[in-house]
């Protein structure tokens, strides 16, 4: 158990709809990452947070937007969902920039289908 | 980040020992040496990380070349939960930037 937790676990929608997926860093972590893996393109990096502030964007598409809380739980939302927009989203955590190593610590993931 | 080159796949027998190899031969002074690995769509997990010395710790062994140029990853018996894919990721420590992850090695231990 990483300490990094995700919900919901599954989540089955329909093409054109919005959903929200959560995610809980571990205790005392200040930034979160969100990574896309799907089946074509691998593990893909999407966009950091760091307390509050977004610090690092990567292949992320304007549908997509995510924001980190004062509580420092995170969310990803994705809307005008597309089928490929199909895939496992995981988030993870690190101590960043404090602490000795920045080790990335990944949740259990979200799998998203949209038919 | 550097370039990593990871054999495609490997096996190893159980409780023998898995050597899975890195080529990171653009590395550069400040960078360092992940693994990462995923078992069956689970979230990424932490193995280990190294800069230029060999590093050991409960899971595995990190051996760096003396050049840094290439590494591999050591699970010194390894059992049936041992089969992933196995990512070697190379960063700059302290960055707080992004993982960037190839195709890494899945490895499968037969019984």
């Known amino acids: 158990d990483s300490g990094v937790t995700q919900t919901p676990k599954h989540l089955i929608t329909a093409t054109g709809q919005r959903v929200t997926l959560r995610c809980s860093p571990r205790?005392?972590?200040?930034?979160v990452y969100w990574y896309q893996q799907s089946l074509d393109q691998g593990l893909q990096f999407l966009i950091q947070?760091?307390?509050?502030?977004?610090?690092a964007k990567g292949n992320i598409l304007e549908r997509f937007s995510a924001q980190q809380f004062p509580d420092l739980h995170s969310e990803l939302n994705l809307s005008s969902l597309e089928l490929g927009d199909s895939a496992l989203y995981f988030c993870?955590?690190?101590?960043?920039?404090?602490?000795?190593?920045?080790?990335?610590?990944f949740g259990p993931g979200t799998r998203l289908t949209v038919l | 980040d550097a370039k990593t080159t990871q054999p495609p796949s490997m096996d190893c027998a159980e409780g023998r020992a898995a050597n899975l190899p890195c080529n990171h031969s653009?590395?550069?002074?400040?960078?360092?040496v992940y693994w990462y690995r995923q078992i069956h769509s689970q979230g990424p997990q932490y193995i280990i990380h190294?800069?230029?010395n060999n590093e050991t710790n409960e899971m595995a062994s990190l051996i760096i070349t003396e050049d840094r140029k290439s590494s591999t990853l050591i699970l010194p018996h390894a059992t049936l939960r041992d089969t992933a894919v196995y990512y070697c990721?190379?960063?700059?420590?302290?960055?707080?930037?992004?993982?960037?992850f190839g195709e890494g090695t899945q490895l499968t231990v037969n019984p």
């Open positions: 990721i190379v960063r700059v420590r302290t960055s707080g930037s992004r993982l960037t």
């Open positions: 993870a955590s690190s101590p960043f920039p404090r602490g000795a190593t920045d080790t990335q610590y």
């Open positions: 653009t590395i550069s002074g400040n960078e360092y």
């Open positions: 190294g800069l230029k």
């Open positions: 947070y760091y307390n509050g502030e977004e610090r």
């Open positions: 205790s005392g972590d200040l930034s």
